[in-house]
């Protein structure tokens, strides 16, 4: 049997029986399979590359979300802050420079009789207050 096979390969197209057809390497099935395939395969694209740019930009989101959930709660907390009447008194001290009704309040000078501010900051790294600044400006302008 095996020689019968050899001898239907090796025979030329006229010689072979009347049923069989020389057959190529690509049939007419499995280039229509691969078209279906590659047409599946193109429609699929788009829809999948959707889904991960939707994934992702979910993803952006909730991260959004938290950020704005973690500022809404130091908000919240700063808003009961400012509502500590002993907290404002502190913050207007500290920042505005006040003083309480009866209390006397001092500014230390140093040795040579200046602020000790330099280059817009006193001698402790912060800056002034508002006012000073405001201030400075003004003198520095009536200067020129």
């Given amino acids: 049997m ?14 072979r029986p009347a049923g069989t057809q ?19 395969a193109l429609s699929l694209a788009y ?4 889904y991960v ?10 991260h959004q979300e938290r950020v704005a959930q973690q500022q809404v709660e130091e908000l919240a907390l700063r808003k009961l802050r400012l509502g500590d ?7 207007a001290r500290r920042r505005l420079h006040y003083c309480m009704p009866g209390e006397k309040c001092y500014v230390v000078l140093d040795g040579n009789g200046a602020t000790g501010k330099q280059g817009g ?5 912060r800056t002034p207050p508002w006012y000073a600044t405001l201030w400075r400006s003004v003198e520095e302008a009536d200067r020129r």
Avoid at 121 to 125: F, S
């Fill in 47 to 50: 829809p999948v590359r959707e």
């Fill in 22 to 40: 020389a057959r190529g390497h690509l049939t007419s099935r499995a280039a229509i399979l691969a078209i279906v395939m590659c047409a599946i």
């Fill in 2 to 15: 095996a020689g019968s096979a050899d001898e239907r390969t090796s025979r030329p197209a006229d010689e």
């Fill in 53 to 62: 740019a939707q994934r992702r930009e979910i993803a952006e989101l909730r």
């Fill in 121 to 125: 900051q006193d001698t402790a790294g």
């Fill in 85 to 91: 009447e002993s907290y404002i008194k502190r913050e």
